[in-house]
């Protein structure tokens, strides 16, 4: 025996996105529109609770589920943001970010062999993720003509109705597409049809500029096959602090927990004081930072049209997702790195149908966003 | 759909945006934008555009002290609050003028180049306008935060340059 990775891990190669950050850590004064999180360091509010919650000593695990605090505040928060109604004992999980949920429910609601169909371009670590838990993936991807949303049609030309379960994210990271009620409505259809289970990775659902996001879970005949994930990396700014929670019914959460309660104990306990007091007292701060990224996405948006580079609208997240005015992506972005000093990603880093394109993340001073800008346009003139 | 608040966020968070970062920002075109902020001008509700700074990080001996003052005053039939204050904010010196609840009535900032200049400014201008009854003088030592602008922001960019 040796200690040489397992097969498993074996299969992953490493993230596309590491080889940019590699070039980008080489070379000094960059501009990045290569990040994925927000620029703006967690409310100050919160980060204050987890301090008097260090000097009050509250240093010990929680329950394995999360403080029953926390769970009761993001019940009636997720009722009234989006009419999410979950129970806060049976229901509700809080997690070390949306990212242990997701990979919890890979591993504690399906079989290895099953398959779960990954809409993708996508967050890097769902294709890993059910690797990692003996999980076959069936790729879909979703179209640039449709801009990027997820549809019958791409969902059926993908074999995704042969699979067991389905995992997506919206509003999209790389994309910024969100999707409307009517078009879950279709997606739901196909689910129920089919009778796949959906993760559904609400993240930056408070971060929609065009319209309300609606959750899957709440169309009707979905609750009871759908498990959601959200956190407080995004709209409060606070992914260090590594807080999540997924809501389902009350089997899978239950299934989720039991291997939570082995592998986790319970979520970081600063963080859920920090969680609590952004609940209780962040929300001004929440549509401040909304506020911020809207001019933003206006701004990167209304300057790819001036210099004629094709983008559909993006109106959630902080991402816009332009088209690349190269054949080669990898090689234009490496090139704008190193003769313009900008990060960008090539969308291939987030699997099918992303090539092509590339994430620009808006999560960036309007200042060094326009420096950005100036630099785009001269780029590619 | 963008409004003329939008417009005054925007002014209100950085006065050097140029009509073109407005009009990128928001869904105005750049005339637009020029005629809300005309608009807006003339109206009195933009009344200037100012840099902060932080005196205190310009590395000259060149002193700038400025003042909080606590003015109370005793008012009669003919004279009122808003005469008092005309009589004071003309003064130069006077960077803001507020009526304020509680303790006292004014809460009046003043700047100067020297303690001199100022300790002069209040105890000859100001103390003897005949309904102010008392002043209180606090000298600024050192300044922390202005006008929504934190001087020393710890909060650095600690990002990784590129990440998921
Ligand atoms: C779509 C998506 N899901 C999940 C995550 C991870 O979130 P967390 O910090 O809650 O683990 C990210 C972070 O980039 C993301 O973009």
Redesign the pocket.
Known sequence: MTLEPADRVDAVPPSGIRRFFELAEEMDDIISLGV??PDFSAPWAAREAAITSLERGQTSYTANKGKRELRTRISRFEDAARDLRYDPDEEILVT?????G?DLAFRALLNSGDKLAVAQP??V?YVPGATFAGVDVVDVPTRAEDEFKLTREVLEASGAAEADALVY?YP??PTGATMTGDELREVAAFCREHDLVVFS?E??ADLTYEHEHISIATLPGMRERTVV?N????AFAM?GF???YAMGPEEAITAMNRVHQYTMLSAPTTAQHAAIEALDNCQADVREMTAQYDRRRNYVLSRFEDMGLSCFPASG?FYAFPECPWDDADEFAEAFLQEQKVAVVPGSAFGAGGDGHLRISYATGLDELKTAMNRLESFIS | MSSRRDILDLLGENARYTTEDLAHMTDFTESEVEEVVAELEDAGVITGYQAVINWDALETDAERVRATVELNVALDRETNYGDIADRIAKFPEVTSLRLVSGDYDFDLTVEGDSMREVSHFISDKVAPIPEITQTVTHYIMESYKEQGTEFDDHDDDDRLSV??
Request: hydrophobic content about 30%; aromatic content about 14%; glycine content about 14%.
């Open positions: 994925g999180e070390a970010g949306a990212s242990e997701l996508c967050y670590s994210c999209n990271n990775d993240i930056y994930f956190g407080f990396s995004k992914t590594r807080l999540g997240a | 990440s998921p």
